[in-house]
C-alpha cells in the first residue's frame, strides 16, 4: 500500500486541536487496511517528523434515515472508517494541520 493512499485526510476539530497544543498529538483519517506500523512510515516520510506512538481506532458506521417525499423512511448506515492519533517528538509539529 503507498503512503498517500494510507493517510486519507487530517482531522481537525476543537479536540483534535486541544490534543495538540498539550500532549502533541495529530489525528488522521487512514484507510481500514492500514496497521500502526504503515502509518508511522507514512507520517514520518509525508512530513518528515519523528513519530513516537500510533493509536489506531475503528470509528464504526452510525445508522441514518433517508426520507424522500411519497416513500417510507429507510435506514441507510454509512461506512466505517478507521482514525489514527500519532504522538511527536517533543518540539516537532505538522504545520499542515495547525488550527
Known amino acids: 500500500m503507498e503512503i498517500t493512499e494510507i493517510l486519507r485526510q487530517g482531522i481537525v476539530t476543537e479536540k483534535t486541536v486541544r490534543l495538540q497544543e498539550k500532549h502533541n498529538q495529530y489525528t ?37 434515515m433517508m426520507r424522500r417525499r411519497g416513500s417510507a423512511p429507510q435506514k441507510k448506515e454509512a461506512r466505517e472508517w478507521k482514525k489514527a492519533i500519532v504522538t511527536l517528538r517533543e518540539g516537532q509539529t505538522i504545520d499542515a494541520l495547525k488550527a
Open 28 to 64: 488522521f483519517r487512514v484507510a481500514l487496511e492500514a496497521n500502526k506500523i504503515e502509518v508511522r512510515r507514512a507520517v514520518e516520510q509525508l512530513f518528515n517528523v519523528k513519530v513516537v506512538s500510533v493509536n489506531i481506532m475503528r470509528m464504526p458506521g452510525k445508522v441514518k
